[in-house]
């Protein structure tokens, strides 16, 4: 996943750039779309736990998937006229990625989406907290409480057909 980072400036810089050179940063960075795309706060390592082997550590991984996908809701759901909602569950699921070691990361959260009669868009946004653990033999280890958003998108709303 890509995070994006926000620029700063102070007066003094401001000054020295010229009027010129800063309206063509300012229009450049509001050019680029995914320039501000998201945001994301780290989580906190988990305490480490042993499991007697690489087959129960990776059992471990693949029931934490299941239950994560357990979560998922596989249609949105109104939430309030024009306003749905949708949990969603992104993964890869357990990933193997050499001897005795495997992975699995996911996020699980809110999707929103709305309708703005405005701007003539539905606009979507996503929030969500993300887990990741890994399998090293029988030892696990990772991070949860990781949590992120991405900036809300927007799409026509649909015309009906004739």
Do not use: W
């Not at 000054?15 to 780290?42: C, Q, T, V």
């Not at 596989?74 to 495997?102: C, F, H, K, N, Y």
């Amino acid at each position: 996943m890509e995070e994006a980072v926000a620029a700063r400036s102070c007066g003094s810089h401001r000054r020295r750039l010229g009027r010129p050179l800063a309206a063509l940063l300012a229009l450049s960075l509001a050019a680029a779309p995914g320039a501000f795309a998201s945001g994301h706060l780290p989580g906190f390592p988990i305490p480490p736990r042993s499991f007697p082997d690489y087959a129960a550590c990776k059992a471990f991984l693949e029931q934490t998937a299941r239950d994560d996908r357990a979560r998922a809701e596989a249609q949105p759901r109104e939430t309030e006229p024009g306003v749905t909602r949708q949990m969603l569950v992104i993964s890869d699921g357990v990933t193997e990625s050499g001897r005795e070691q495997a992975a699995y990361r996911a996020q699980i959260g809110a999707q929103f989406r709305r309708r703005d009669e405005t701007r003539s868009a539905i606009v979507t946004t996503f929030s969500y907290d993300e887990n990741s653990y890994r399998c090293q033999g029988g030892e696990l280890s990772g991070e949860s409480g990781a949590r992120g958003y991405y900036q809300p998108g927007y799409e026509p709303i649909p015309t009906p057909s004739p």
